[in-house]
DNA sequence: GTGAAAGCGCTAACAC
DNA sequence: GTGTTAGCGCTTTCAC
């Protein structure tokens, strides 16, 4: 009802007795305009309760200020939940920038390819957030090759050198996943643990790889590379995660397990409880986590946190600046450092 | 680069020698122009690769063909799961249907009214998806004042009747927490169980009595209502949940608990845990959570599951079928069944 | 500084 | 059945 007929330029223009272009002024340029005339456009204005249409606009400036995002496959994991608490970041601070945030599915890479296509070629959105990259992305290449707007949350995993080379730049926002076990396995030094096992993924992920690198940098930073610690890979997953910390703590001297996600942490939690009550007499094992996922919280364990918040406005940034077309703004990335939430699993007992 | 100059429909025109009017009538009414000429205008179509442009489309028929949703707030907790997972679903199916989700934020409902006000005019947002509807809601109200086409994900929770007597039906799509509970209830009866706690959240929240209820009446139909079993309300969360499981495993002939949420089956679970070395004599306590999130599946909890897939599908129908205007379409309801996933906290024990 | 004219790409209405 | 005309609401260009 309200919206049966809403007020256009034309209407303000009538009622402040001025052209629909001097109203459009007002709007885009107002320093162009008399600070009488723009004073009596915008009473009209407010007294009409216009709003300008951004479709019309849209169509003539070519501009929509829309972001697509490929919604992230369900993991249905636990860390899956990562991606979603960064969608709600995201959409968070596209609106403080006056952009919208418009989602899409596709099954893969490609079928994403043939939806930025369409999107481009049907409706008028401006840019790309894209999510989870991995070694040899087609996508960013892609996007790169028509110009189109984007960055990504998730560094380019492709080494620089090997491959076609013809490995292109683009805007990125990433957390430093290295930091982040290095901060932990700090922190486990710290507290006096001197034989701490890595429990990663399978290598050859670029994530994965990372956080290895973070916690082998700490212990090589104390002295203790190699030697003394014990590493495993596997899938991520609760089971696995037990199975690994069970292949872990076959050594007496193993105190501490870095966990590279909050999966593997949570079935290394329960290796070890189950350790605890078979093997009163052991030393207490503690665990980390990567994530800081609700459960994290739940269960009490220490794990690393990833600002989401911040990479949702860095990316925010970069993709405006490029919508803008403000120059060096392609090229452009931050790395964000993750921070450790210390709790329970890694707190000397009682 | 690519899209430096799109086909128009003045393009596609002049290549396959007819007039503009004509190619959009093979678009959008093929049935009323010769199959002759069709075909040359797909082939023209094809050939040059032309994608109608939308928005100006939209700007012709007022009709977008997007959604708003407000991006449910962050709860962080376990369950705030379940609308990241909705939200998928819905965006897939609302992609099968021909629409788009576009998202948007606001702090409390206030907000969100306002910022469907300011959508409406603004953007062709063509209606809207609500979700965690509550008592004494007044988006809905809102919405359907101003005949805006929505859906929400969530029944409407005031009492008939009470209140100001100004109640108002509208589309919406649920998950029947009673059939849930109940469901789980049934399922611990027939394993043997005869005294069955539920933990709760307070009363007053729809959702949380409603599931109460599916408890309360499994129970009743097996003759066994009031007398042998208790319920604990409190806040949502792990430790609330510990803190209500031992209140009820006070009594030692509790050997199951239905838990209104995972997070408190959570705590139930480490309370119950607990309770099993501290007294191995005990009888092993049964546990079920509700929305199997991905922590039930992690510590092989028995829940109730929602099936978001099937109350996505719905609303979407709901919602084209209101941007369609097809009539009788605005109150329309669906309450879907949700399903229990048996898992080790209710097999009987070795 | 302000106004008039043209046109973004499409579809609704009406000729033929 | 097909073509012509008009116009959705806005901004860009160019007179004045």
């Given at each position: 009802?309200?919206?049966?007929?809403r007020?256009t330029?034309?209407?303000v223009?009538?009622?402040?007795?001025?052209?629909?272009q001097?109203?459009?002024?007002?709007?885009?340029?107002?320093?162009?305009?008399?600070p009488?005339t723009?004073?009596?456009?915008?009473?009209a204005i407010?007294?009409?309760?216009?709003r300008?249409?951004?479709?019309?606009r849209q169509?003539r400036?070519?501009r929509?200020?829309?972001?697509?995002?490929?919604?992230?496959?369900?993991t249905?994991g636990?860390?899956g939940?990562?991606?979603?608490r960064?969608l709600h970041?995201?959409?968070?601070?596209a609106?403080r920038a006056g952009?919208r945030?418009?989602?899409?599915?596709a099954?893969?890479d490609?079928?994403?390819?043939r939806?930025?296509?369409?999107?481009r070629a049907t409706?008028g959105?401006d840019?790309?957030?894209?999510?989870?990259t991995?070694?040899?992305?087609?996508?960013?290449?892609?996007?790169a090759?028509?110009?189109?707007?984007?960055v990504?949350?998730g560094?380019?995993w492709?080494?620089?050198?090997?491959g076609d080379?013809?490995?292109?730049?683009?805007?990125?926002?990433?957390i430093?996943?290295?930091?982040?076990t290095?901060?932990?396995?700090?922190?486990?030094l710290?507290a006096?643990?001197?034989?701490i096992?890595f429990l990663?993924?399978?290598e050859?992920s670029?994530v994965?790889?990372?956080?290895h690198?973070?916690?082998?940098?700490?212990?090589?930073?104390?002295?203790l590379?190699?030697?003394?610690?014990?590493?495993?890979?596997?899938d991520?997953g609760?089971?696995q995660?037990?199975?690994?910390a069970?292949?872990?703590?076959?050594?007496?001297?193993v105190t501490?397990?870095?966990?590279v996600?909050?999966?593997?942490a949570?079935?290394?939690l329960?290796a070890?409880r189950?350790?605890?009550?078979?093997?009163p007499?052991?030393a207490?094992?503690a665990?980390t986590g990567?994530?800081?996922t609700?459960v994290?919280?739940?269960?009490d364990?220490?794990?690393v946190?990833?600002?989401?918040?911040d990479?949702a406005?860095?990316?925010?940034?970069?993709l405006?600046a490029?919508i803008?077309?403000?120059?060096d703004?392609?090229?452009?990335q931050?790395?964000?450092e993750?921070?450790?939430v210390v709790?329970?699993t890694t707190?000397?007992?009682?």
């Open positions: 009802m309200a919206q049966e007929s007020p330029l034309a209407t223009a009538a009622h402040a007795k001025v052209s629909r001097t109203v459009s002024n007002v709007l885009n340029s107002p320093e162009v305009v008399l009488d723009r004073e009596r456009v915008l009473r407010a007294e009409l309760d216009y300008p249409n951004v479709v019309a169509l400036t070519r929509s200020y829309v972001l697509g995002l490929r919604m992230p496959p369900t249905d636990i860390s939940q990562v991606l979603d960064f970041a995201l959409t968070d601070e609106q952009l945030v418009m989602l899409f599915t099954d893969d490609e079928a994403e390819i939806e930025y296509e369409n999107l409706t959105i840019g790309f957030v894209l999510t989870a991995h070694e040899g992305d087609p996508r960013t290449r892609w996007l090759d028509h110009d189109v707007p984007f990504s949350f560094r380019p492709d080494d620089a050198g090997t080379g013809t490995s292109h730049e683009h805007a990125w926002v990433d430093d996943g290295r930091a982040g290095r901060a932990a396995t700090r922190h486990l710290d006096g643990h001197r034989h096992a990663g993924w399978p050859g670029g994965g790889d990372d956080r690198a973070g916690w082998y940098e700490a212990l090589a930073d104390a002295g590379a190699g030697d003394a610690v014990v590493h495993r890979t596997m991520d609760v089971a995660g037990a199975a690994a069970n292949r872990a703590l076959v050594r007496d001297d501490a397990l870095v966990c996600s909050d999966s593997i949570l079935g290394a329960a070890v189950e350790l605890a009550t078979s093997r007499d052991r207490p094992v665990v990567f994530d800081d609700p994290a919280g739940a269960v364990l220490t794990s946190a990833q600002p989401v918040g990479v406005a860095r990316a925010v940034e970069l405006r490029q803008d077309g403000r120059p703004a392609v090229n452009r931050a790395l964000i993750p921070y450790l709790r329970g707190r000397a007992p009682r």
